[in-house]
């Protein structure tokens, strides 16, 4: 299972940026995907993920400016990003739930990451 995070960038404060990331490669079914992030020094934080129902959930820190959506027939996930402050800036990972084959495990894979920079 192979995850492309394409969308990151330089922006100014209050600016917006859209983050992609698809999955591809062999899948019997997959689960929950999401986005996280770490910035230099912190530890690796959830930002947002989402069922294969649509179902949400954010950080406390993102909410009401970040809005995370899927495609499910192409087994991608969006996380349009609004309202930049400078403290969202970071290196930001996509993930996803995956099982390889139908009685396997549903295991976590991770994409390469796309720097965040918000700064004037």
């Known amino acids: 299972v192979q995850l492309q995070a394409s969308g990151g960038g330089l922006v100014q404060p209050g600016g917006s940026l859209r983050l992609s990331c698809a999955a591809s490669g062999s899948m019997f079914s997959i689960g929950v995907m999401g986005w996280y992030r770490q910035a230099p020094g912190k530890q690796r934080e959830l930002v947002a993920d989402?069922?294969?129902?649509?179902?949400?959930n954010y950080a406390d820190s993102v909410k009401g400016r970040f809005a995370i959506s899927r495609l499910n027939a192409k087994n991608t996930i969006y996380l349009q990003m609004n309202s930049l402050k400078p403290e969202d800036t970071a290196g930001y990972y996509c993930?996803?739930?995956?099982?390889?084959?139908?009685?396997?495990?549903?295991?976590?894979?991770w994409g390469q990451g796309t720097e965040v920079t918000v700064s004037s």
């Open positions: 989402i069922s294969t129902g649509g179902l949400t």
């Open positions: 993930k996803t739930e995956a099982r390889r084959f139908r009685f396997s495990s549903m295991d976590d894979y």
